[in-house]
């Protein structure tokens, strides 16, 4: 709870959620958030320094990945003395670990569109645009315009033949 609301108080315009509504959450409210899908924290001398959550998406379309879903990477933060330090690196690695564990095609995440240091922090990252755009409506807060971004999970890629 306590790094949720580091984030959403140091970057307001970056997430769907707003200060104000995750406030008014109930312990209750909190713990099944939590326990509704995977979360990882990075630690630095015994401090949480940042936080990402893995979403699961929908069962993936088209014959050749049916039944295998994807994740959406969500809730990405990492606070002001930890940047550049490799932690965004590191929550990343988390989701796409756990994204390769579960079997799943690729993971996706929305980025608000004037954020070019996210953009190309997710672009560094491996992740491309895949054209789709949407306007997160916010209560309480301006909607959030976003683009999606996407990015194949390792063991989801066609394995080569050596020539």
Known sequence: RRV????LADAPDAF??????????????????????????????????????AVPDQPASG????????WHLVSMWVSPQA?????????VGAVMDHAELAGAPRVTLWVALGNARARAFYQRMGFIPTGRRQVYPRDGAAALEEEELAR?????????VPR
Do not use: C, N
């Open 4 to 7: 949720r609301l580091a984030a």
């Open 16 to 53: 769907a959620s707003t200060l104000s509504r995750e406030l008014g959450r109930g312990e209750p409210q909190w713990r099944s958030r939590i326990g509704a899908w995977p979360w990882f924290l990075a630690w630095r001398s015994g401090v949480p320094d940042g936080l990402v959550a």
């Open 63 to 70: 014959p050749a990945r049916a039944g295998r879903r994807g």
């Open 83 to 91: 940047r550049g330090m490799g932690v965004g690196d590191l929550l």
């Open 152 to 160: 194949p999970v390792r063991s989801a890629a066609p394995p080569t």
